[in-house]
C-alpha cells in the first residue's frame, strides 16, 4: 500500500484561528514532507520531518509548526491562520536510501480556506 | 538557490498529436530530475526520475532527457491521449544536509486532451 492519507480534505478556518492538518503513511517511510501549492506557483516545502528531527525551511520558519507522534502521523500547525494560508497542503513521504531513494509519496492534499 | 522553470499552462491539444513540456533547471548541485503528474483530486505522483547527466527516462509513452550542458529536462509524448489530461510538474532533488531530499518543483504546466 503505497498510500498517503490527509484529513481533512477540505477545511474552512477564520482569521485568527488555529487549524491542524493531518497526514498519515502506513509505508514506514522515515521522512514526512508538508508543501503549500497555490495556483500558478510551484508547491512549496514548508517543512519536514526526518525521523524525529523537524527542519523547516527558513522563509516559513515562523508561520507553520508540526508534530511527528509516532512514524506514521504528521501535523501541520498554524497557530494563528491568516488569508494569506488559503492554499493546498499536500503532504508526503519517502524513504532514504535503496533504488526509490528521494520519491516522494504524495496525499491529495488538504485544501484550506481562511475567511 | 536552486531553481525549475517550465511551460507556462495552460497546454490544449487534439488526441494523437505531439507533446513537449519545456523544463529548465538551475542549481549548483548534482541533482536527480523528476516528472511528476498529478490527475484532478489526487496528489501528484511519479512519472519518473533520471538520477545520472545524459540519461533518459520514460514511463506511460513519456520521455526526457537529462541535459546537463543545456540544463534541461523537456518532456515529450508523440500522441497524447485523453486520459493524460492532467497537470505536469519538473522537479530536482536537493539532498539536504540532513541526507533527506527535498524536492524543488515548478509551476506546473496542465495539459488537456480532447477527443
Known amino acids: 500500500d503505497t498510500t498517503v492519507k490527509q484529513n481533512p480534505r477540505y477545511k474552512l478556518a477564520r482569521v485568527g484561528k488555529p487549524v491542524n492538518l493531518i497526514c498519515s503513511q502506513t509505508m514506514n517511510h522515515d521522512t514526512m514532507y508538508w508543501y503549500q501549492k497555490k495556483p500558478n506557483q510551484a508547491p512549496k516545502l514548508l517543512l519536514f520531518?526526518?525521523?524525529?528531527?523537524?527542519?523547516r525551511e527558513a522563509d516559513t520558519f515562523e508561520k507553520f509548526q508540526s508534530s511527528r507522534p509516532n512514524n506514521s502521523f504528521c501535523s501541520l500547525y498554524i497557530g494563528s491562520a491568516g488569508l494569506e494560508y488559503s492554499a493546498m497542503y499536500l503532504c508526503a513521504s519517502s524513504r532514504l536510501g535503496g533504488p526509490n531513494y528521494a520519491e516522494q509519496f504524495f496525499g491529495p492534499g488538504t485544501r484550506l480556506t481562511v475567511l | 538557490g536552486d531553481s525549475v522553470t517550465q511551460t507556462e499552462g495552460p497546454v490544449t491539444l487534439s488526441e494523437g498529436t505531439s507533446l513537449t513540456v519545456n523544463c529548465s533547471y538551475e542549481t549548483k548541485q548534482y541533482p536527480t530530475l523528476f516528472w511528476y503528474v498529478q490527475y484532478p483530486g489526487e496528489g501528484p505522483q511519479l512519472l519518473f526520475k533520471v538520477p545520472k547527466a545524459n540519461e533518459k527516462g520514460s514511463s506511460r509513452g513519456f520521455e526526457a532527457t537529462y541535459n546537463k550542458e543545456a540544463t534541461s529536462f523537456h518532456l515529450q509524448k508523440a500522441s497524447v491521449q485523453e486520459s493524460d489530461s492532467a497537470v505536469y510538474y519538473c522537479?530536482?532533488?536537493?539532498?539536504?544536509?540532513?541526507?533527506?531530499?527535498?524536492?524543488?518543483f515548478g509551476e506546473g504546466t496542465k495539459l488537456t486532451v480532447s477527443s
Open positions: 522537479a530536482l532533488s536537493d539532498l539536504t544536509q540532513g541526507g533527506s531530499a527535498k524536492l524543488i
Open positions: 520531518y526526518y525521523d524525529k528531527i523537524l527542519n
